[in-house]
């Protein structure tokens, strides 16, 4: 694999470090020092996901120190040690949706900055736009802006979201082509 597929995607990145593995087998044997090391690498990075999904700091913050405690936890139920960034992503994705559906329907969620339309000069025009990408954003349920999350703010591939979210690639597609589908809509009713 080139230099720079792994530099592309985050987890290929974390995953290639020779001590991840020796870390969580050391963390599984109750070495607290190794987790607080595998956590201190991922924790901004888990963070910003889970800030992505859910649309606001606080959730974000529950969320990733559920995902955290739970992996802590559930640590000996890992089968593949050199899986560990899929296996917390997931665990990360489902600690979103437990929330998500504990907090209820939210009317307006804000998107992450990455998401912002940039236009030169700031007017009316870049207020109407980006709340229009707000709106069409919020229409999207958690499972797809998980998606488009890992695959445009994380720039994930699509075998990568797989392992992330336990499903086939053929259902990554097929999300993400119907998560981008619902954003155009939503912007062309906008623009109308």
Do not use: Y
Request: proline residues 5%; contains cysteine; charged residues 30%.
């Amino acid at each position: 694999m080139s230099p720079s597929a792994v530099a592309a995607d985050p987890e290929i990145a974390i995953a290639s470090s020779s001590s991840t593995a020796g870390l969580v087998e050391a963390a599984r044997s109750g070495d607290t020092a190794a987790f607080e090391a595998i956590l201190e690498g991922r924790l901004e990075r888990t963070f910003r996901l889970a800030r992505a999904i859910l649309g606001n700091d606080a959730d974000a913050r529950d969320a990733t120190q559920d995902a955290w405690l739970l992996a802590w936890r559930d640590l000996h139920g890992l089968r593949d040690l050199d899986r560990f960034d899929a296996w917390l992503d997931r665990i990360l994705v489902n600690a979103c949706r437990t929330i998500q559906r504990r907090r209820g329907p939210v009317r307006e969620i804000p998107i992450p900055a990455t998401f912002e339309i940039r236009v030169a000069s700031p007017g009316p025009e870049h207020l109407a736009e980006r709340d229009a990408v707000e709106r069409a954003f919020s229409r999207l349920d958690e499972g797809q802006r998980a998606i488009l999350v890992l695959r445009h703010l994380e720039r994930r591939t699509v075998p990568s979201i797989a392992r992330s979210m336990g499903i086939p690639e053929g259902t990554v597609k097929s999300r993400l082509h119907a998560a981008r589908a619902v954003l155009e809509r939503a912007l062309s009713e906008a623009n109308r």
